[in-house]
């Protein structure tokens, strides 16, 4: 090729590109026009656009309308269809297929499974999502077939448990591989979730225990693997629904006869999904998010602690507290796995918090009256520490939440020993002294303001405590008195520690006495206690005054 026609060429694709350049520049200023006539109106002299048609067509739905009703329509109603479905069959499976011969049973059952998964996947070609909802539905459907050859009298096949359960083992398995092959989070939930339905439809037994066991491995191979959280959820819902249904069951049975296999039975299968949902969630727990770890941890220790403190306390009550330490104990075990692991600091102070509050619900299992507050306060007082030595702020509110409880729970009982309120004095004071933390996963504006709030609660409660303390050792009649001791205390308090908080709530405690001198003393005392009462009054409050004005000339 000459350069003669080399140029030629050039020139021909610029005259193309210039031709194409006017032509996208023409339509930019038509679709302008439009835009711009649809925003002021038809121009003058036009006749505007015709109204909708109001007749047997209805108008359009706003876009949010639309769009909540295609969910509901295409969301939604699937899967209620094929939960309602679901369950339709295998309740006709559990009543009819008995009068059949035994492979019509079998094929039958695997038929209508193998049906409604091949008109799934045909489905899917052209609704991707529907399709995939039959077919989970079909995958849970062969489940219950497996599921009910063995367990249900009527349908039953195989006598042996254990090829039953092998069965079973092998079709979880089965679902799994399809489902992560599929990378279909509708198919895994749709299979397993059903799966578990179905489970609890007949009678429970620990053979239907072993299945949902099974069942929630599949489901957590999908958290560690895949990181859905949607599946291994539901299916953690469903186990522990089903352990309550199985114990709710067998306690109607025999409410007053305790059986001990029937106990170890059900905390061996608590311990099973306890440590199933642990393993999974701390298996790579940096790339779960913090809400979703929450939730897990959250919902494995309520199971757990639910229906093991149930169990153990209708069945050997003595037992209780010795389960509440070994569930302390498995939580603090989970905490150090965690940091080991490398988990959010969210999900390391959460296993650290349960393990503080199931110490906590153990106490009324083992102790009374008194020694109830003290181990009450002693717990709190503890956690309190133990959040300074982690920087937990979490871990500090639970602390001091024991500690009220403990405070209040003095209020029931009859005579309350002076010691008790000295302890709890102590216990909220050495709280408030170690409530100085760095949490540097925090905001510092956040840590602040959590630091403030938790000094003035332990603030208050040495407040209470101190005011209660006093009134154990004042007379009858000098309770007013009382209080503005337990306020000059708090002022001596704030002073010598130099904290602002001891010192309002030195205020607030004077504020009440105040009230009551004046409402309830002035007219039931007698006139000596009403001259003592004033008299200290007076000179308490003009030390204080003194101190304060001192104070201020320093700073001056």
Known sequence: MSAEDGDQELRERVRKLETLVATLEDRLHQLEAKGTAAVSGPAPGQAPPPPPYIGGAPTPASPERADLEAHLGTYWL????????ITGIAYLITWRFGELGMFARVG?????????????LWQSKRYELFGRILFGGGLALAY????????????RVIDSQ????VLLAGLVVAIVVIAHRMHSETVAGIALFLGLHTGMLSDITAFTLLSTTLLAAGALFFLVQNRWVIVPLSSLVAVYTTHV??????????PDAPDPERLFLSLS????????????LLARPKELSVRASLTFAMLNWVGLVGLGAYEVERRSEPDLFSFFLIVALAHGASAAVARWRQATPALLHTYMSLCALTLALAMPAHYEGSALVASWLVTGAATGLVARGTASPVLRWVGVGVLFVGLGATWFIVSSPPLLYAVAFACFLIVERSAELSAPWLPAPTTLQAQGTLKALCAMGTGLALVWLVGEWMPAGLTTLGWVVAAFGMFAVGFALNERRYRLTGIGVLALALGRLLIVDLARLPIGQRVLTFILLGVMLLVISYTYTRLRDRKR
């Open 108 to 120: 039958l059952g695997y038929l209508l499974s193998a049906g409604l998964g091949a008109f799934g």
């Open 144 to 155: 219950f077939v497996t599921y009910a050859l063995h367990f249900i009298p009527s349908v």
């Open 245 to 254: 249904n199985w114990a709710l069951r067998t306690g109607a049975v025999a």
């Open 162 to 165: 254990a090829l039953a359960l």
């Open 78 to 85: 699937s899967r209620v269809g094929i939960v309602a479905l």
């Open 269 to 280: 299968f608590l311990s099973v999904y306890f440590v199933l949902f642990s393993v999974a």
